[in-house]
């Protein structure tokens, strides 16, 4: 799965001379907690997060007038507290390396270049829909999760044993286990009991770590 898949497109922007009110009043309306920053010419120049722009604003508590307040936020611009070293990523980037990207730089979202021209951003909210999708949150069935050796073909002798219960995969997802020879496996199975599943499981020596219909 790539990024361009799963990116939101034509992402809202600012400009780096919009005041820093103005900014956050458009974030607010459309529900979104950073904007890409671009420049007269339409070129990226930086990105601009929800709380950059709320630690610039006067406190309420600060002993300033209506007046004041406003001059003073008139004045501070998106270009005064924007990040300008962006990362980003392009359509073709795999959605599992954009996750490690943002991890590795704890940012929450990357803008989505094809070439100079800014097409999409992705963000962690993306990622979160996609980990739901995975493990088949919005799906039926039972979720088993099992301590798996790593061993050629253990998928598919497991995908074998569902397939003769009658039983049918409809999501799958792996972790590292507590030691390099084994792998924590959570998958969810539409079609099969969950007392059945887990002897099934439980014949083939392998540990089930927990069982639950969801």
């Known amino acids: 799965m790539l990024v361009?898949?799963?990116m939101t497109r034509d992402p809202v922007t600012v400009t780096?001379?919009?005041?820093?009110?103005?900014?956050?009043?458009?974030?607010?309306?459309?529900?979104?907690?950073?904007?890409?920053?671009?420049?007269?010419?339409g070129e990226l120049v930086g990105i601009v997060l929800e709380k950059d722009l709320l630690y610039a604003a006067p406190s309420p508590a600060a002993s300033m007038?209506?007046?004041?307040?406003?001059?003073?936020?008139?004045?501070?611009?998106?270009?005064?507290?924007?990040?300008?070293?962006?990362?980003t990523v392009t359509?073709?980037?795999?959605?599992?390396?954009?996750?490690?990207?943002?991890?590795?730089?704890n940012v929450g979202g990357l803008p989505v270049m094809r070439g100079e021209?800014?097409?999409?951003?992705i963000t962690e909210t993306d990622l979160f829909k996609v980990f739901l999708e995975m493990l088949g949150a919005r799906d039926s069935g039972v979720r088993l999760s099992l301590m798996?050796?790593?061993?050629?073909?253990?998928?598919?002798?497991?995908?074998?044993?569902?397939?003769g219960l009658g039983g049918n995969i409809v999501a799958m997802g792996t972790l590292h286990g507590d030691d390099p020879t084994?792998?924590?496996?959570?998958?969810?199975?539409?079609?099969?009991?969950?007392?059945?599943?887990?002897?099934?499981?439980?014949?083939?020596?392998?540990?089930?770590?927990?069982a639950r219909e969801t």
């Open 4 to 6: 361009g898949e799963r």
């Open 16 to 41: 780096r001379d919009a005041p820093i009110s103005q900014a956050l009043k458009l974030m607010q309306r459309e529900k979104v907690r950073r904007f890409p920053v671009m420049d007269e010419r």
């Open 65 to 87: 007038s209506v007046f004041e307040i406003h001059t003073l936020l008139a004045r501070i611009t998106v270009g005064d507290v924007m990040t300008e070293d962006v990362i």
């Open 91 to 105: 359509e073709q980037t795999p959605l599992e390396e954009a996750a490690r990207i943002m991890a590795d730089n």
């Open 117 to 121: 021209e800014l097409v999409g951003i």
């Open 148 to 163: 798996v050796p790593h061993e050629k073909g253990m998928l598919a002798k497991i995908a074998g044993e569902v397939a």
């Open 182 to 210: 084994h792998y924590r496996l959570a998958f969810k199975v539409a079609g099969v009991p969950m007392a059945d599943l887990v002897a099934a499981m439980e014949g083939m020596n392998l540990q089930v770590l927990d």
